[in-house]
């Protein structure tokens, strides 16, 4: 079994809320990513987790708060986003960070 | 700087018309090679990974080759079902991946 579970798949937000992405693997990966895909472009490397730990930050901006509670799941808090900020994040999990990652379906943002 | 260059950026296809894709890069130590297919509003799906130069791989209709710079993604009598974005990504030494803009394949019935 090769699934990444993400939730919600859907969500619209205003600029002044605060939410949460989640991110959830049961194949014992160590290494888990957040992506953000804007339309047409490949996805871009916001966070990545090994063995629970922060290992990169691609200098996202503070309103994007990433937290890793055990080794199955994943979360993305969000916090007074911008319109720009709209877009599909993806989580994704490999075995260990030199292996193929496997994504999740993503959850599509819109921020109003 | 590294770089991961595809082509075409568009490919329509009849169905049973073969053709190839194309992903050449420019990189100071490939650890990996990646090839993933990716529907509209969908998360990518893994297809292959190469490591080598001379490395290949299928996958039923999908055959993936690699050479010293570049790799291609066979399609072979390609169906309408395999219509989709294909992305090629590539690592080198560190934990990130380096992706391509992606071919967007259009197969027509």
């Known amino acids: 079994d090769t699934e990444v579970t993400q939730t919600p798949k859907h969500l619209v937000m205003g600029m002044t809320n605060k939410k949460s992405l989640k991110c959830e693997q049961h194949?014992?990966?160590?290494?888990m990513y957040w992506y953000k895909q804007k339309a047409k472009k490949p996805p871009e490397l916001m966070f990545v987790?090994?063995?629970?730990?922060?290992?990169i930050n691609e200098s996202v901006p503070s309103r994007f708060s990433p937290e890793c509670p055990n080794s199955s799941l994943l979360n993305l808090h969000l916090h007074a986003l911008q319109p720009e900020d709209s877009a599909l994040y993806l989580c994704?999990?490999?075995?260990?960070?030199?292996?193929?990652?496997?994504f999740g379906p993503g959850t599509r943002l819109t921020v109003t | 700087e590294d770089q991961v260059t595809q082509s075409p950026e568009a490919l329509r296809l009849q169905e049973g018309e073969s053709s190839s894709l194309n992903c050449s890069y420019t990189?100071?130590?490939?650890?990996?090679l990646f090839w993933y297919r990716q529907d509209p509003g969908k998360g990518p799906e893994f297809l292959f990974t190469?490591?080598?130069a001379g490395e290949e791989k299928e996958k039923e209709r999908l055959k993936a080759t690699l050479t010293k710079k570049e790799s291609f993604l066979h399609i072979t009598a390609p169906k309408p079902e395999d219509s989709a974005t294909y992305l090629c990504?590539?690592?080198?030494?560190?934990?990130?991946?380096?992706f391509g803009e992606g071919t967007q394949l259009t197969v027509n019935p």
């Open positions: 994704a999990s490999s075995q260990g960070v030199i292996y193929e990652q496997y």
């Open positions: 194949m014992g990966h160590r290494a």
């Open positions: 987790y090994s063995y629970e730990k922060l290992s």
């Open positions: 990189v100071s130590g490939l650890r990996g």
């Open positions: 190469l490591y080598s």
């Open positions: 990504a590539v690592r080198v030494f560190g934990l990130r991946l380096t």
